[in-house]
């Protein structure tokens, strides 16, 4: 992975051979700790990194720093901000192919998705950038309320929040990391990256990013470490103005408990149900279902992770879904294969007990059930019930169950019975019902005809239940990283110019 790191100009400052420093101040720094953490490569376990495991002190240096920039960065005009994520935007489309490298070694993605994911961010950055200039205040006259008259005038505009605590998953380490930095930035904001702990490598490349871009020392900071030992103290810092996490539900209720009076954004778990219809083009809907449930070995949130079809296509539509999964690639990321290694093995063993649960009450085994290290074959479970674990817990890996019920309300009780609320999904050629079914799911999205996903990134996103905290998108997050202001001009002089009307 060297060679890939050596491609990108300045990485050796960031870094001594493979053992990464954190960000503080536009310096790059070694933890007075002197402990580091291993990042393994999940296909082979390989080291791939290091990189430094700060202390509680310079957890709270990079915040006091953060908070110390704020001016320097809430004065410059929007324009500014948005020509410097519009530079950044173009440095990672130049490095995309040795990023995505390094991303496909740290968390095991397939090569093609990892460089996708960096150009993805590049144009979240570049959409950001526009949305940011969209943005716009308003004047209201009092009159239109009874009491009040156009003496009063309330001029609202937004201000930014302060300092930006962002937190990303494993999963997506760039993506899900530079949707939170970039409508922070653009918002005005300072900001505080704690990536995730496995996945670590690819957002440190952020400060020289952003760095080379044009973003003042200090408006930008990175830190690293187990969240177990600096993660508590980051969320509850006095100067911290918001937290945007994106991670389990079980994480993100713990943040909510010690957080505080601040802002939060979360994007948490789900249990993405796929409810197919009767009359549903099954060509599609199993492409689909394939799709979203096993894309990235079905580590994603908005994974298709239970399938609940009419009696009257059920065995069609499972027959046709186990003849596509069986053709599903299985191996090394760098190959592109679809199924590759799950993060680690206590994820593994996770998935393997749900399986285990499903079978030993009477699932179904259609395929799969097999695991080589990290990597677990695409498990399909037919004959699910409630009474199994897999048809409630999010499995975050490569199994299916599919629950057949005898009607779209039993289906729709089963989806809504759920803790979990981020996306449903409706397959059928009846778009009338489909608009009365997705009336009645308690999710924040529902695709109809469609795998969950969550982009386009314009879209807004949201979770209910236990799936998350307010809405994200690019506009969406702007507006949550940011407040109004307020100022009320009373024009008390202005009734002495108020003429009488005159009528024919």
């Given at each position: 992975m060297?060679?890939?790191i050596?491609k990108i100009?300045?990485?050796n400052i960031?870094?001594?051979?493979?053992?990464?420093?954190y960000?503080v101040?536009?310096t790059w720094?070694?933890s007075?700790s002197?402990k580091?953490?291993?990042?393994l490569?999940?296909?082979?376990?390989?080291?791939?990194g290091?990189v430094?495991a700060?202390?509680?002190?310079?957890a709270?240096e990079?915040?006091?720093?953060a908070?110390?920039?704020?001016?320097c960065?809430?004065?410059?005009?929007?324009?500014?901000r948005a020509e410097?994520?519009?530079?950044?935007?173009?440095i990672m489309?130049?490095w995309?192919?040795?990023?995505?490298?390094i991303?496909?070694?740290?968390?095991?993605?397939p090569?093609?998705?990892?460089v996708?994911?960096?150009?993805?961010t590049?144009?979240?950055f570049?959409?950001?950038?526009e949305?940011?200039?969209?943005?716009e205040?308003?004047?209201?006259?009092?009159d239109?309320?009874k009491g009040f008259?156009?003496?009063?005038?309330?001029m609202?505009?937004?201000?930014?929040l302060?300092?930006?605590?962002c937190i990303?998953p494993?999963?997506y380490p760039?993506?899900?990391t530079?949707?939170k930095?970039a409508?922070?930035l653009?918002?005005?904001?300072?900001v505080?990256?704690?990536?995730?702990?496995?996945g670590?490598?690819?957002?440190?490349?952020?400060?020289l990013?952003l760095?080379?871009?044009g973003?003042?020392?200090?408006v930008?900071n990175?830190?690293?470490?187990?969240?177990?030992?600096i993660?508590?103290?980051l969320?509850q810092?006095?100067?911290?103005?918001?937290?945007s996490?994106?991670?389990?539900?079980?994480?993100?209720?713990h943040?909510?408990s010690?957080?505080?009076?601040?802002?939060?954004l979360?994007?948490l778990?789900g249990?993405?149900a796929?409810?197919?219809?009767?009359d549903?083009?099954?060509?599609?809907?199993a492409d689909?279902i394939?799709?979203?449930?096993?894309?990235?070995?079905?580590q994603r949130?908005t994974?298709?992770k239970?399938?609940?079809?009419?009696?009257?296509i059920?065995?069609?539509l499972?027959?046709?879904?186990?003849e596509k999964?069986?053709?599903?690639?299985i191996?090394?990321?760098?190959?592109n294969s679809t199924?590759?290694?799950?993060?680690?093995s206590?994820q593994?063993?996770?998935v393997?007990?749900?399986i285990?649960?499903?079978?030993?009450k009477?699932?179904t085994?259609?395929?799969?059930?097999?695991?080589?290290?990290?990597i677990?074959?695409?498990?399909?479970?037919d004959?699910v019930t409630t009474?199994?674990r897999?048809a409630?817990?999010?499995?975050?890996g490569?199994?299916?169950?599919?629950i057949?019920?005898?009607?779209?309300?039993e289906?729709i009780?089963?989806s809504?019975?759920?803790e979990?609320g981020?996306?449903?999904m409706i397959?059928?050629?009846?778009v009338?019902?489909a608009?009365?079914?997705?009336?009645?799911?308690e999710v924040?999205?529902?695709?109809?005809n469609?795998?969950?996903?969550?982009g386009p990134d314009h879209?807004?996103?949201?979770g209910?239940?236990?799936?998350?905290?307010?809405?994200q998108g690019?506009?969406?997050?702007i507006?949550?990283?940011s407040r109004p202001?307020?100022i009320?001009?009373n024009?008390s002089?202005?009734?002495?110019?108020?003429?009488q009307?005159?009528?024919?």
């Open positions: 060297i060679e890939e050596e100009p300045n990485s960031m870094r001594d051979d493979l053992n990464f420093k960000y101040s536009g720094k070694k007075s002197g580091m953490v291993s990042i490569n999940p296909y082979n376990n390989e080291v791939v290091k430094q700060c202390s509680i002190e310079e709270n990079v915040i006091t720093v908070n110390e920039n704020r001016e960065w809430e004065e410059i005009t929007q324009r500014e410097v994520l519009m530079k950044a935007a173009s489309k130049e995309a192919l040795s990023l995505g490298f991303m496909m070694r740290e968390i095991g993605k090569l093609k998705s990892a996708s994911e960096i150009t993805r590049a144009e979240y570049e959409a950001t950038a949305a940011g200039l969209q943005q205040g308003e004047a209201i006259f009092g239109s309320f008259s156009r003496d009063k005038m309330s609202t505009y937004r201000v930014p302060g300092v930006i605590l990303g494993f999963n760039f993506n899900l530079g949707s930095i409508p922070a653009m918002a005005g904001n300072t505080v990256v704690k990536p995730p702990t496995q670590a490598i690819t957002p440190l490349f952020f400060g990013i760095e080379k871009a973003v003042p020392p200090g930008f990175i830190i690293t470490g187990r969240g177990a030992e993660g508590d103290y969320v810092h006095p100067l911290v103005s918001m937290v996490f994106t991670g389990s539900s079980e994480t993100g209720k943040i909510a010690v957080a505080g009076m601040k802002p939060l979360f994007e778990g249990k993405d796929a409810i197919v219809l009767d549903a083009n099954l060509e599609l809907t689909a394939v799709s979203g449930a096993f894309s990235y070995s079905g949130c994974a298709v239970r399938v609940i079809p009419m009696p009257g059920a065995d069609k499972i027959a046709l879904v186990k999964t069986l053709k599903l690639s191996g090394d990321p760098e190959k199924i590759g290694p799950l993060i680690n206590k593994c063993e996770y393997q007990g749900l285990n649960d499903a079978v030993g009477g699932a085994l259609l395929c799969g059930n097999k695991r080589e290290g990290n677990m074959w695409p498990t399909l479970l004959n009474d199994m897999i409630w817990e999010e499995p975050f490569p199994v299916l169950p599919f057949r019920v005898k009607s779209a309300e289906a009780q089963i809504n019975e759920s979990y981020l996306q449903g397959f059928t050629e009846n009338d019902l608009f009365n079914i997705a009336q009645e799911l924040g999205t529902i695709q109809i469609g795998k969950s996903e969550r879209f807004p996103f949201l209910t239940k236990s799936s998350g905290l307010g809405t690019i506009k969406y997050s507006d949550a990283m202001k307020v009320v001009l024009l002089e202005r009734g002495k110019l108020v003429k009307c005159k009528y024919d």
